[in-house]
């Protein structure tokens, strides 16, 4: 909401995460639990909440991501300037050694060349190939989808990219669509754990008193 680039809604697998959102003024759209990708999911939720095609962009931010900065939702459109471009997406420089073999950490191989701050994907991978040279980029979990792209990628079957490294980019590139990077300076706190909420919660609650 703070991003400012239009409604929010949530889209939703679970009763208890639509009554969560609702109960705290926001709005939120249960969908199929059994929907492959969050890209499904938000195509559905979509379809219920602006079935006259209103809006011409979608972005797509999961859920484990509550501290992401505004702007860089903001930053997640940009790409979508050049029509050539599908599906947008952030990535951050890797400074961290650990996060290189770490497979949790997905990587976008994309050629920044030059300084450019976006770039094409050309793969989206858990573990580097070998001999992979720095820097490396970390995958952040947002997307910005033009509507006629996430129309057509939904009616795509789960490609076999997409269903080995559990990443749901790998249909889009598997049948040929064009997904462009665009490069932030930090890395968001993603929540994986109960420590992670927690954490997250605090933040929060810091932010939103203020200090």
Not at 68 to 90: F, G, H, K, N, Y
Not at 175 to 198: K, W, Y
Request: with cysteine.
């Amino acid at each position: 909401m703070e991003a400012d680039v239009g409604p929010v809604i949530v889209a939703a697998a679970e009763n208890e995460i639509a009554s969560a959102v609702e109960q705290a003024g926001g709005k939120a759209v249960l969908t199929d639990p059994g929907l492959p990708s969050g890209s499904d999911r938000v195509a559905a939720a979509l379809h219920t909440c602006d079935a006259v095609g209103q809006y011409r962009f979608v972005v797509n931010l999961q859920g484990d991501l509550p501290l992401m900065d505004p702007a860089a939702v903001r930053r997640c459109l940009t790409p979508l300037a050049c029509e050539s471009i599908d599906i947008s997406t952030l990535a951050a420089m890797i400074t961290d050694q650990a996060e290189i073999a770490n497979p949790d950490v997905v990587k976008a191989i994309a050629d920044f060349d030059s300084g450019a701050d976006i770039a094409i994907a050309s793969d989206f991978v858990r573990q580097l190939p070998i001999g992979a040279t720095a820097p490396f980029w970390h995958h952040i979990g947002i997307y910005g989808y033009r509507r006629e792209a996430l129309e057509e990628f939904v009616k795509l079957p789960v490609s076999r990219r997409e269903e080995e490294r559990k990443l749901e980019q790998m249909r889009a590139m598997d049948n040929g669509m064009t997904i462009a990077v665009a490069r932030v300076d930090s890395i968001p706190f993603g929540v994986d754990t109960p420590a992670d909420l927690e954490r997250a919660r605090r933040a929060i609650g810091h932010i939103a008193s203020g200090g």
